[in-house]
């Protein structure tokens, strides 16, 4: 179809009623013609365009005069009762299925955290109890944790398969490495660097605050132990790779 031509058909006016909308049935527009049914669907698409538009505005504008709530209560955490019941109350009259008033919901609160967290300083934030990243940041982190996890398993699945078997023996350790395949011995030593650049990048995601503010102090002792323990499998390692020292 050229497209002069579907453009002349979405320009053709049809009969389309966007208030109070009925669900079409097939047999409904049975009879219409090729243009009719090109402009309605026309219709329906830039009607459906305008109309996410739009939400997204009033959901922003929901969250910002939740915010102005918080302020009204002194609750910038949003946790107290009376806080809740008037937040509530904004969505006891709303014609909508239960699982899109959860969505519409989980939507404005996300919007409500990066809202705070313009307007408040890291001081005030944690005053408040609340958390310094916006929910965009904690999002991106997420993704970064969720990307190192599968980079973690990844490496790890490599080492195990290339990793040839142990031998027994020097002379047997060079007859094994003689009979495998030279891009295999390759692949298992990059393998095993790339597990240890995978190891170091998941130490770097502890978080010193979290450590030293959140932990209890069973908490810090169990991680401390697990710490040790990497610690000796760290100097259990780093004998194979440091160079025997020469005597003189």
């Known amino acids: 179809m ?50 996410q538009g739009k939400a ?61 967290r313009r307007h408040m300083t890291p001081r005030e934030l944690e005053a408040a109890g609340l958390r310094p990243e916006t929910p965009i940041e904690r999002q991106r982190d997420d993704r970064a944790a969720k990307a190192l996890v599968i980079q973690a398993y990844r490496a790890s699945a490599a080492v195990e398969e290339s990793t040839p078997p142990p031998s027994r023996s020097r002379k047997k350790a060079a007859d094994d490495e003689s009979d495998q395949p ?13 597990l240890a650049e995978v190891a170091l990048n998941m130490l770097g995601k502890f978080d010193r605050n979290v450590i030293k503010t959140h932990m209890t102090d069973g908490q810090r002792a169990k991680l401390d132990k697990e710490l040790r323990d990497m610690e000796r499998k760290i100097a259990g390692l780093r004998k194979l790779t440091q160079k025997p020292s020469s005597k003189g």
């Open 2 to 51: 050229m497209s002069a031509e579907l453009d002349r058909r979405k320009s053709q006016t049809v009969d389309v009623s966007l208030d109070d909308l009925p669900t079409l049935q097939l047999e409904d527009i049975a009879e219409e013609s090729e243009s009719a049914l090109v402009a309605r669907g026309a219709a329906y698409a830039k009607e459906y365009a305008e109309i």
């Open 56 to 116: 997204t505005t009033l959901l922003k504008n929901i969250a910002v005069t939740q915010v102005a709530l918080r302020v009204k209560y002194d609750d910038m955490a949003g946790r107290s009762g009376p806080y809740r019941a008037v937040v509530s109350a904004m969505y006891d009259d709303l014609r909508m299925p239960e699982e899109r008033v959860v969505q519409m919901q989980a939507t404005i609160r996300y919007h409500v955290g990066n809202i705070i």
């Open 182 to 194: 030279a891009g295999h011995v390759v692949k298992a030593t990059a393998d095993h660097l790339r």
